[in-house]
């Protein structure tokens, strides 16, 4: 599926219309279906679905690892998998959408601490927060996405994916290191968009110890990133940034 598709439009300037041809992102709804018992739908960019439903079950708590999916089929619109985690009855009842908000009050009792050593330099880290935007090629076209990176320096890995969603985005981009095998606890996140509890609460499920935006926190991912030990950095542009939470993650 494509991400963008052309549309007519006009142009006003100085008082006068002009007809023009415009190129806009493109969003569908997308239905997952998971043990022919949870089924969820979300409007999402319609690419990498496979890597968004990997990233999906994983920050959702839904699976630990890539090899709990027994199957995972992609026919149009619906996604069907199927997992063999001894409590999924148990975690669909706590389940809250990847595109929407809520209960990270009750969620962030249900993860861990992040347990990490791994420590990176500001200096890197702007490097890559420059990186994603040279990466959001749909963005730079529409206006229209958010961007995430995954950055592993172990295996000297960059994997950026673009949605609508900034949650999505995310899902996306940690089902793709997933499916490579990286090590998140030897990783870190860059990153276009606010940062929400729930973003956070996907970090700290797969052991993820920082983030980066060019954009603003909110007091619910810090709350959240706090509590879980996780390096948040807001307004990280040009040479610059906001450490709020954990700076230990931090070359000095």
């Known amino acids: 599926m494509l991400m963008t598709d052309n549309v007519k439009a006009s142009f006003y300037k100085n008082g006068a219309y002009i007809d ?3 190129e806009i992102v493109a969003d569908e709804t997308i239905t997952v279906v998971i043990n022919e018992t949870l089924t969820r739908s979300f409007s999402i960019s319609p690419n990498s679905l496979e890597d968004f439903t990997v990233g999906y079950m994983l920050g959702e708590g839904i699976i630990e690892t890539v090899d709990n999916i027994e199957k995972l089929e992609v026919n149009g619109n619906k996604i069907t998998a199927t997992v063999n985690l001894e409590d999924f009855d148990i975690m669909k009842e706590l389940i809250v ?4 908000f809520g209960g990270w009050r009750t969620k962030i009792d249900l993860i861990n601490k992040v347990e990490s050593d791994f420590k990176v330099s500001g200096e890197e880290i702007l490097e890559n927060i420059e990186k994603i935007r040279e990466k959001a090629t749909t963005w730079e076209k529409t206006g229209g996405t958010h961007v995430a990176g995954l950055v592993n320096n172990e295996k000297d890995k960059f994997i950026s ?10 899902d996306k981009v940690i089902g793709a290191s997933a499916r490579e095998k990286l090590d ?20 700290a499920r797969v052991g993820i110890p920082l983030i980066a935006s060019n954009a603003a926190p909110t007091l619910s991912g810090y709350t959240v990133a706090d509590e879980a030990n996780i390096t948040m950095i807001g307004f990280a542009r040009e040479d610059k940034f906001n450490v709020y ?8």
Request: net charge positive; glycine share 4%; charged share 35%.
């Open 97 to 100: 959408g990847s595109d929407c």
């Open 245 to 252: 939470t954990h700076p230990e993650h931090l070359k000095k």
């Open 20 to 22: 023009k041809e415009e």
């Open 161 to 170: 994916r673009e949605d609508i969603s900034r949650h999505v985005a995310v």
């Open 184 to 203: 998140f606890k030897n990783s870190y996140i860059v990153y276009s968009g606010r940062m929400p509890a729930d973003v956070l609460i996907k970090l």
